[in-house]
């Protein structure tokens, strides 16, 4: 089975550096993902992550160490539109893109 | 370009009452999905289907059907609504196959059974 923890809220100010943590256990690894949910939107893509490191995408950061069972999102320069929940998300086999979503972090940022 | 169009927005059923949500993708996708979010909890994958004629049961297929007639359309069927229904209801796809492929969501039905 699959097992995700991440922190339940999380808040920081307008313009700082956020880390947002996911340990996980699972019994199969086919890459970690990061998605963005707004209140009362879907969920919306922001990193895949298969091998151990770091991936840049803009103001946003995913790293992932495969032997820890460790994944961070961090987010640079926060705006106040970043303030959403941030879901870890396991792919756990092959084959069919089914996903295993953790409960998310719900993030303010404050002024 | 559309992407994954679900609907209804909002439905608010009585209990034993029956209704189909609808899902349609205009990406060619193979991989088609329904997910349920509750309060507290993750996504739960309720059935999926990766083509045309196959699906399959997610971790709580209960009280719900899926078929797969055509590429593009997945309807999801609550046969007899229970309370314990009530839930945030996602549609999603993407390409098969790769690891990588990310999942394109619809807007989502908030669902109430009373």
């Known amino acids: 089975g699959q097992n995700i923890d991440q922190p339940t809220e999380m808040t920081a100010t307008e313009g700082a550096i956020v880390q947002i943590n996911c340990t996980y256990q699972?019994?199969?690894?086919?890459?970690l993902f990061w998605y963005q949910q707004h209140a009362g939107e879907a969920p919306t893509f922001l990193s895949y992550?298969?091998?151990?490191g770091l991936e840049e995408k803009g103001r946003f950061s995913s790293f992932l160490s495969r032997s820890k069972g460790y994944s961070y999102l961090l987010l640079k320069e926060l705006q106040m539109k970043d303030s959403a929940s941030y879901l870890c998300?396991?792919?756990?086999?092959?084959?069919?893109?089914?996903?295993?979503f953790g409960t998310g972090t719900r993030l303010t940022v404050i002024p | 370009n559309a992407g994954v169009t679900q609907t209804p927005k909002f439905q608010v059923l009585k209990t034993g009452q029956s209704m189909t949500l609808q899902c349609a993708q205009d990406m060619n996708h193979e991989y088609m999905s329904w997910y349920r979010q509750d309060p507290g909890m993750g996504l739960r994958l309720i059935h999926y289907s990766v083509g045309a004629g196959i699906t399959d049961q997610g971790e709580v297929p209960n009280g719900y059907n899926v078929s797969r007639s055509t590429t593009e359309d997945f309807p999801l069927r609550l046969l007899s609504a229970a309370p314990s229904q009530t839930s945030v209801y996602f549609c999603?796809?993407?390409?098969?196959?790769?690891?990588?492929?990310?999942?394109?969501f619809g807007s989502g039905t908030q669902l109430s059974v009373l």
């Open positions: 999603a796809s993407s390409y098969a196959g790769a690891t990588n492929e990310k999942l394109f």
């Open positions: 699972t019994s199969g690894f086919n890459g």
């Open positions: 998300v396991l792919r756990p086999q092959t084959g069919a893109n089914n996903l295993f």
């Open positions: 992550n298969v091998l151990d």
